[in-house]
Each structure stands twice: as C-alpha cells, then as structure tokens.
C-alpha cells in the first residue's frame, strides 16, 4: 500500500513500467505464457513460485488494476472478477459452504439479494436478511452458531439506505465473523469501508468505476485483518489443508494475503469468471479519473436533489446529501465529502405522471444502469420491479410514482433544466 492521496494513488497506482516498458498499462490480450524448462512451470503449479502461466488464475493487466483497487481501498490484495455478481458471489462462497449461514442487509441491489435468498439456498447456504437501521441489539438476534458471513452495502442501490459501518463491524466481530462490504455507489473517493472495520470490500467495477458504461466487472478487496487463524473449524477452508491443491494450507503458506490467493487459486480456477484484460484495461483507464468524476457527480447530484426538493410537483426526494433526509448524519461521518450521484424521488401524480415525465426528458436517457458519466433515469415500477403489482411494490419499499435518477457529469444548468422542461409537461 502507497502513502499517496486518493487522486494520487488513482493515476499511480497499480502498472509500474521498469526501464523501456510501456508507459501506458499493456493489455495482455494472450491466454498463456511461455517458459523455458519444465521445472519452471511446474513451480508455478505447485504455487511455490510467483507466475503467470493461465489467464483464468492471473494476468499481468488485470493484476495490476486489481493492485490499484486494493491500494485505493487500502487493502492488501484484491481479485477481479467478470462482474459485480461474481464478485459478491466468490466473495461469500470463498468462506462458507453447504450448512452455512450468512446475515445480510435487506436493502441492497436486487440481483445480491435474488443471489443470496435464492441461488445460494440452492447451494445449502442460507441467508437471514435484517433491517440494517434496526438497533444492534435486533440484528444479533439473526446470528446462528453457523453464522459465517455479514454482509452490507455502503450506500444501498436503489434504496439510498447508508450503513452505520461501525455497527455493522461490532456485530460481526461480536460474533466472530468478518464483515463484507459492498462498496460500488460510495467507491473509495468517499468511503474506506476498512477504516471503519469492514473486513472485505466488494465492487461492482461496472459503476463509477469503470465510470462510462463501458464494461461489466467486480473486484474483491481483502484487507488482511480477519485472523482466520484465531477460529480455525469454523473457516476451515483457510485454516486446513486443501486437498484439491496438494495439502496447502492458504493461512499458513500466505498469511494475510490468505483469503484473496484461495480466490483465486481455488475459485477462480474452478469456476473461472475471470474479466477480459480488455476489459481491465478500459476499468484502468476509468480509474484514472475516478475522483474528478465522483466529486462532479456528487456536486451535481446535491443541486439535482436541492432543485428537485423544492418542486412542488414532487412529493419527495431521498438523497444523503438533503439536510432533511434520513441518512443525512451517517453520511456525514463515513463520507463526509459526499455520498454519491445517485438520486430517488417521487412524483405526486403518481405512476401514469412518473411515465409522462420520464417520456417528456429530452437528455436524460432511460437506461438500465446507473453511475455512469451520462445522466440516466428508471422507473422501478415499469422496468425492475415490473412483474411486482401495486401492495407488492408497497411491500418493497418502491412506490408506483418513484423514479431513478443517476446524475451524470453534463453541465448542471442543462440537468436541471431537461428535468424542469419534462416537469413543466406534466400534472
Ligand atoms: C450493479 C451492482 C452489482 C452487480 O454488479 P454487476 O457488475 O452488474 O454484475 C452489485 N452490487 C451493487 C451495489 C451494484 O450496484
């Protein structure tokens, strides 16, 4: 990990040229490399020596910008993954098995949440989902002795809902399991979920990372401090030799770097959503502006929702940045530079106006997807959530008349004039 700043370490860290060498990052676009002698390749397999030798277990231009992320998270190794639902996938399944259990935040991204209440029931591995704004005292109440894994994201997508991280920490800790942190909507410009006691970092690198919708991707963060050793049955995946790789034992041969290497020689090897170098490429070419981007879309955001909360077409707005909202103060301390540009609110026309002011926008796009450099708009109950009728819709927090706003990074006077133009144009 570099002493850099942020912006520093965003344009620094990660490809470091030696003499000759390309000053851009290279894309290794070559599944293999070469080597001279038996021997050596065979090191590489017995993980006695460093190397590349396979694209789907490592690659010099993703292993590079898996090493700026780690250094921007201030975490000691990462592993990208072809998207973000790989990443929370291997970052769970990494530490838990058929017979396990895992507690996660009831509020996050709808495919974590089908990811974690279906597929991975599938597997034997059960999910109890809490309130993350419940007292702690109620959330410890869904911890088993199987328990292996708490899980949460920074600022909830699409629910804007901030975690108290700390309290999230102390539960896990409490009961002996680290802490997984989904951290896409804040990224580490505005939130070191470690600093706070997160163990393990996820992204979905498609958001504002990547930053312009250009590839679909996740990384995996550790930050070395969840001492597998200390409960050594309970995460015997770590902590016991691993047959299917000569007998190695991940905590012992790698120390802290322990859970990211049995991610990637164990998982990744065996269920291979490896990203293109292609790909990585173009997350480190997004990278490298991350902090401009994130402050522009922060400031244009808080304008947006200022603009929106003083409308009086509109009923509300939820947005950390509003003096008035409910995740106003824990945002202030865990992002105090801004929380992010994304942005919900209702009509209170209801649904039928929501559809006529999103077919009146003239710039704003609608586009399933958020956090990227272009301002974009969804309907959750048109796109979504569509299959959901009315009490559903009620039941998942998502009214007829809410709408998605990802504020992009276009000049804030031509935002707030498309949205006022398309407001003028309904009831
Ligand atoms: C988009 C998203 C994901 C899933 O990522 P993909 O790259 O689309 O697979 C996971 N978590 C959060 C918070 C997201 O916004």
Redesign the pocket.
Known sequence: MSNYKIETKCIQSGWKPEKGEPRVLPIYQSTTFKYDTTEEMGKLFALEENGYFYTRLQNPTNDAVASKIADLEGGIAAMLTS????A?FYAVFNICEAGDHIVSAAS??G??YNLFGTTLKKLGIDCTFVDADAPAEEIAKAFRPNTKVLFA?TIA?PALVVLDIEKFAKLAHDHEVPLIV?N??ATPVNCRPFEWGADIVTH????YMDGHAMQ???AIVDSGNFDWMAYGDKYHGLTKPDESYHGVVYAEKFGKAAYIQKATAQLMRDLGSIPSPMNCFLLNVGLETLPLRVERHCSNAQKTAEFLDAHEKVSYVNYAGLPGDKYYELAKKYMPDGTCGVISFELKGGRETAVKFMDSLKMAAIVTH?ADARTSVLHPASHTHRQMNDQQLAEAGVSPGLIRLSVGIENIEDIIADLAQALDNVE
């Open positions: 998207s973000g639902q790989a929370n996050i991204y495919g974590t994201e997508n989904d896409t909507f979905s690198t498609t958001k679909v991707g996740g958020v």
